[in-house]
C-alpha cells in the first residue's frame, strides 16, 4: 500500500510568483486536507477537499486555492507569493471522513 | 475558538526513562478527537495516539499513553522506557468529533531530545 507522496520535496521561487504543489493520496482515501507549517510553528490548516469539492477552509486568503482530481490527488496553488510564504506544506489524505489522517513528507517552499 | 496549548517547547529524557508531554485545550464542544503526533527530522508526521473524547479510558499504544482529563482539558503524553528513536517535535492535536471538515488545530509543538 502506498503512502501519501508529495511533489517536489523542495523548491525556491520569488516574491509575487506563482506555484503548484502536488499530492497523491493514500490508496483508497477520497479526503485530503493541506496545511501549512511555518518553521518552528505547528502545522495551520488550509483547506480540505472531498471528492473533488472544497469541504472547509481555514484562515487563508484567496490567492491559496486548491484542486482534487477524480484519483483524488491534490493541488495547491498559491499565487502572488509572499516572503511568509515560506514554509513547509503538508498534505494529509483520510478515508471519508474519518478522524484518522495519514500526512505526507511535505514540500518545503522558501520564497526569496 | 477551539485552541491547542503545550507549554513546554523543549524537554529531554534519559535513554529507557520515562517524559511526560503536556498538552491543555479549550473548546465548548462534547463530541471531539485528541491526538499526539511525532515529527521527526524527515518531517513526516507521524500519528502516535488517538483519544475519543467520550471514551473514559485512557489511550495506550506500546510504551505510549495518555492522561485524558477532560473536566480539566488537559492531554498529556507518556513515552515510557525512552529511545533514541523517540528524538523528534511532539504535537498535541485537536479534532471536532461532528466536523465534516476534519480540520486539525496544532499546538505549537514540544522538541524531545533523548540522551544516551
Known amino acids: 500500500e502506498t503512502g501519501v507522496t508529495q511533489s517536489p520535496t523542495h523548491l525556491i521561487k520569488t516574491r509575487g510568483q506563482q506555484v503548484t504543489l502536488r499530492c497523491s493520496s493514500q490508496s483508497g482515501h477520497n479526503t485530503v486536507s493541506w496545511y501549512q507549517q511555518a518553521l518552528g510553528q505547528g502545522p495551520q490548516f488550509i483547506f480540505q477537499y472531498y471528492r473533488e469539492e472544497e469541504n472547509g477552509r481555514g484562515n487563508f486568503p484567496p490567492r491559496f486555492s486548491g484542486l482534487q482530481f477524480p484519483n483524488y490527488s491534490s493541488e495547491l496553488n498559491v499565487n502572488a507569493l509572499e516572503l511568509d510564504d515560506s514554509a513547509l506544506y503538508l498534505c494529509a489524505s483520510s478515508p471519508g471522513q474519518g478522524p484518522k489522517q495519514f500526512f505526507g513528507p511535505g514540500t518545503r517552499l522558501t520564497v526569496l | 475558538a477551539q485552541t491547542v496549548t503545550q507549554s513546554q517547547p523543549e524537554m529531554s529524557v534519559q535513554e529507557a526513562e520515562t517524559v511526560t508531554l503536556s498538552c491543555t485545550y479549550d473548546t465548548s464542544e462534547s463530541d471531539y478527537y485528541l491526538f499526539w503526533y511525532k515529527q521527526p527530522p524527515s518531517r513526516q508526521m507521524i500519528l502516535v495516539i488517538r483519544q475519543e473524547a467520550y471514551k473514559q479510558q485512557n489511550a495506550t499504544e506500546n510504551r505510549f499513553s495518555v492522561n485524558f482529563q477532560k473536566a480539566a482539558k488537559s492531554f498529556s503524553l507518556k513515552i515510557s522506557d525512552s529511545q533514541l528513536g523517540d528524538a523528534a517535535m511532539y504535537f498535541c492535536?485537536?479534532?471536532?468529533?461532528?466536523?465534516?471538515?476534519?480540520?486539525?488545530?496544532f499546538g505549537q509543538g514540544t522538541t524531545l531530545q533523548v540522551k544516551p
Open positions: 492535536a485537536y479534532r471536532y468529533g461532528s466536523s465534516n471538515t476534519g480540520k486539525l488545530i
